[in-house]
């Protein structure tokens, strides 16, 4: 099973950029969906971006454009690169491993704010 650590999270000004990391171990990281989704207080989990083994990449509407998830099988790692922030970007980031079961990081807080 695979066990997932993200970090790069931080406080950041409304324009600004971040990137996320998420390391696996553990598994065959390259066999899994990786995903990231945030959680913003009193709203839902929400997914962010995904990307499957073979390449294929879903963003959400409210990211695309600014945001870029890329995967890299030979470091067991899968980013997240954040541009162009807003402040309804603040939330709680958690990267996500998929293969019919579901693995969930301890999540990194991303704030945008002047």
């Known amino acids: 099973q695979v066990q997932l650590v993200e970090s790069g999270g931080g406080l950041v000004q409304p324009g600004g950029s971040l990137r996320l990391s998420c390391a696996a171990s553990g598994s065959i990281f390259s066999s899994y969906t990786m995903g990231w989704y945030r959680q913003a207080p009193g709203k839902q989990r929400e997914l962010v971006a995904r990307?499957?083994?073979?390449?294929?990449?879903v963003y959400a509407d409210s990211v695309k454009g600014r945001f870029t998830i890329s995967r890299d099988n030979a470091k067991n790692t899968v980013y997240l690169q954040m541009n162009s922030l807003k402040s309804d970007d603040t939330a709680v980031y958690y990267c996500?491993?998929?293969?019919?079961?579901?693995?969930w990081g301890q999540g990194t807080q991303v704030t945008v704010s002047s």
């Open positions: 996500n491993a998929d293969k019919g079961i579901t693995i």
């Open positions: 990307i499957t083994r073979g390449g294929k990449i």
